[in-house]
């Protein structure tokens, strides 16, 4: 269970999820590279009362819930 809070300079932040285990893969330049599926829940209120005045609690209690809330991103 992995995440992180990014602030995005509106007062507004993105969640951003890192479910499931990286995938290593031989890349086309003879390197090991990692993939890594990056979900993400965009534009919240980090001072939402809903979060009880602690949003990375919350993230991390109601994991599985921003799971199905976020959108996958190209990484």
């Given at each position: 269970m992995?995440?992180?809070?990014?602030?995005r300079g509106d007062g507004l932040?993105?969640?951003?999820?890192?479910?499931?285990?990286?995938v290593p893969f031989?890349?086309?330049?003879?390197r090991v590279h990692i993939r890594i599926r990056v979900l993400a829940v965009r534009g919240i209120d980090p001072m939402d009362p809903q979060w009880g005045g602690d949003l990375e609690a919350h993230v991390r209690e109601h994991y599985a819930a921003w799971l199905e809330a976020a959108e996958e991103v190209e990484a």
């Open positions: 992995f995440y992180k809070i990014v602030p932040v993105d969640v951003l999820l890192t479910p499931g285990e990286p031989w890349g086309l330049d003879g």
